[in-house]
């Protein structure tokens, strides 16, 4: 929580969650459960955080037609936007490939309900500066920005005067990427840190795409101080780059998916950065589990969740530290980087 190092800097904690899907079972389920429910005991840890980000995989409408041509549709009650307060979520990516399933229509009916309630957003919007438009939350004396991309479902694209997600392929060349990157740098300038969230690739898979390696890279360069990555089913790896930690997948938190017995989607983290004046210090993570469309705390299986993510993450360089007694894996932001060739 917020405070002061013993130099004098602000003492930070930002919690990151990965997809957050509202829609289906899940809302099937809050239709008698409290708004507070799909969080079960992952409260103790969130309360924690100063700010509180999500990647918001459903819309939040009443009305709206299904997506023609797309297998899965998720919406949630507008009601709903009371789980987020539940949590604390003040900040949410909309890139991603499920904000608008049910058409703009339902893609408008949720924008000021947000708006409304104090739920800051990034990565979708009515046209293609609001889609791109960072979103900047001050918390005490630092003033912290998300920028939110998607490589996902290209037909969604925001144009000048249409609806639709910030998309940036994941290629080197394509001119959307350098766009990225100046974007970054421009964000970069006027905040103390920024969050870029990646909604990218495939749903499975636990290796880390070469292709997302170098974009996490030049982002970082560019001025990136986390990069928190999401859209897989599954956790990957974190890596270090420039003191700088790259989240490549964050996960499913929350959602009514069924679970692969060897890919364990069900299987995630609350990522909780630290952070010391500007810079990242240290990135917590503590296991969860998906159960009953709930997130909890993950009990008897987290020492086997965290030895998976322990094994991803020192492939890519990264050394980390389980504490018993919190029941978190460290990861010390100041470690000596290994060279990366691939």
């Given at each position: 929580m917020l405070g002061e190092s013993a130099d004098g800097q602000v003492v930070m904690q930002i919690a990151l969650l990965g997809d957050v899907m509202l829609g289906r079972l899940v809302n099937e389920q809050l239709k008698t459960a409290g708004p507070a429910y799909p969080w079960g005991d992952t409260?103790?840890?969130l309360r924690?955080?100063?700010?509180?980000?999500?990647?918001?995989?459903?819309?939040?409408?009443?009305?709206?037609?299904?997506?023609p041509g797309k297998v899965f549709h998720f919406r949630s009650d507008l009601k709903n936007v009371q789980c987020l307060l539940a949590a604390g979520i003040e900040a949410?990516?909309?890139?991603?490939?499920?904000?608008?399933?049910?058409?703009v229509d339902a893609f408008r009916e949720m924008i000021p309900v947000l708006d409304t309630n104090g739920i800051l957003h990034a990565?979708?919007?009515p046209d293609k500066e609001a889609a791109s438009r960072p979103a900047v939350r001050r918390v005490a004396a630092a003033a912290v920005g998300l920028i939110a991309f998607t490589d996902n479902q290209p037909d969604w694209e925001a144009r000048d005067a249409e609806p639709g997600v910030y998309y940036v392929p994941v290629v080197d060349g394509d001119h959307r990427v350098a766009g990225l990157l100046e974007l970054v740098r421009r964000t970069k300038a006027r905040v103390g840190l920024l969050i870029v969230s990646a909604h990218w690739g495939p749903n499975w898979g636990s290796g880390v795409p070469p292709e997302h390696r170098n974009l996490a890279r030049a982002l970082?360069?560019?001025?990136?101080?986390?990069?928190?990555?999401?859209?897989?089913?599954?956790?990957?790896?974190?890596?270090?780059?420039?003191n700088r930690p790259i989240i490549y997948s964050a996960g499913d938190f929350v959602d009514d998916y069924a679970v692969d017995p060897v890919e364990r989607n069900d299987q995630s983290f609350i990522f909780v950065l630290d952070t010391q004046g500007r810079a990242p210090s240290t990135?917590?993570?503590?296991?969860?589990?998906?159960?009953?469309?709930?997130?909890r705390l993950a009990r008897g299986d987290s020492h086997e969740i965290a030895r998976r993510m322990q094994r991803l993450s020192k492939h890519l360089g990264t050394r980390s530290t389980w504490?018993?007694?919190?029941?978190?894996?460290?990861?010390?932001?100041?470690?000596?980087e290994e060279m990366f060739t691939g």
């Amino acid at each position: 929580m917020l405070g002061e190092s013993a130099d004098g800097q602000v003492v930070m904690q930002i919690a990151l969650l990965g997809d957050v899907m509202l829609g289906r079972l899940v809302n099937e389920q809050l239709k008698t459960a409290g708004p507070a429910y799909p969080w079960g005991d992952t409260v103790a840890v969130l309360r924690n955080a100063d700010l509180r980000v999500a990647n918001l995989e459903c819309v939040l409408a009443v009305g709206g037609a299904p997506e023609p041509g797309k297998v899965f549709h998720f919406r949630s009650d507008l009601k709903n936007v009371q789980c987020l307060l539940a949590a604390g979520i003040e900040a949410v990516s909309l890139a991603n490939n499920h904000v608008l399933d049910f058409g703009v229509d339902a893609f408008r009916e949720m924008i000021p309900v947000l708006d409304t309630n104090g739920i800051l957003h990034a990565g979708a919007g009515p046209d293609k500066e609001a889609a791109s438009r960072p979103a900047v939350r001050r918390v005490a004396a630092a003033a912290v920005g998300l920028i939110a991309f998607t490589d996902n479902q290209p037909d969604w694209e925001a144009r000048d005067a249409e609806p639709g997600v910030y998309y940036v392929p994941v290629v080197d060349g394509d001119h959307r990427v350098a766009g990225l990157l100046e974007l970054v740098r421009r964000t970069k300038a006027r905040v103390g840190l920024l969050i870029v969230s990646a909604h990218w690739g495939p749903n499975w898979g636990s290796g880390v795409p070469p292709e997302h390696r170098n974009l996490a890279r030049a982002l970082v360069a560019a001025g990136a101080d986390v990069v928190f990555g999401h859209s897989p089913h599954v956790f990957r790896g974190v890596e270090l780059y420039r003191n700088r930690p790259i989240i490549y997948s964050a996960g499913d938190f929350v959602d009514d998916y069924a679970v692969d017995p060897v890919e364990r989607n069900d299987q995630s983290f609350i990522f909780v950065l630290d952070t010391q004046g500007r810079a990242p210090s240290t990135l917590r993570l503590h296991p969860t589990v998906i159960s009953d469309f709930q997130a909890r705390l993950a009990r008897g299986d987290s020492h086997e969740i965290a030895r998976r993510m322990q094994r991803l993450s020192k492939h890519l360089g990264t050394r980390s530290t389980w504490n018993e007694d919190g029941g978190f894996l460290e990861i010390r932001i100041d470690q000596e980087e290994e060279m990366f060739t691939g």
